[in-house]
Nanobody
Framework: QVQLVESGGGLLQAGGSLRLSCAAS????????VGWFRQAPGKEREFVAG????????VYADSVKGRFTVSRDNAKNTVYLKMNSLKPEDTAVYYC????????????????????WGQGTQVTVSS
């Protein structure tokens, strides 16, 4: 079982930057693909970015490409999401999730492809 905890959210103005962290406990998730998702009020949860176990495959949603960077430090059992040039439309609760397969090459973009989820961290961007 993997427990995931997100941190780093906050309130900031448009154009600012934040770095979210996703830390795992229970067991390492260094062998798993990790994805970041977000859910804005009244909207469905959507894929933001994902990174496979060794960082060889990284996928971004078109809406964040060029602004967000996902990375991982397996020694620290942590995955990061650096968000630059934030916009009001980035306002959402951000979740990290890990899939259950080990040493996978692919990065899933669907919620159903991820087994373990964190509780989320709120990011609010004002105009």
């Amino acid at each position: 079982q993997v427990q995931l905890v997100e941190s780093g959210g906050g309130l900031l103005q448009a154009g600012g930057s934040l770095r979210l962290s996703c830390a795992a406990s229970g067991r390492t998730f260094s062998d798993n693909t990790v994805g970041w998702f977000r859910q804005a009020p009244g909207k469905e949860r959507e894929f933001v970015a994902g990174i496979n176990w060794n960082g060889a495959n990284i996928v971004y949603a078109d809406s964040v490409k060029g602004r967000f960077t996902v990375s991982r430090d397996n020694a620290k059992n942590t995955v990061y999401l650096k968000m630059n040039s934030l916009k009001p439309e980035d306002t959402a609760v951000y979740y990290c999730a890990a899939d259950s397969s080990l040493f996978g090459a692919n990065v899933g973009v669907l919620l159903a492809e991820y087994e373990y989820w964190g509780q989320g961290t709120q990011v609010t961007v004002s105009s």
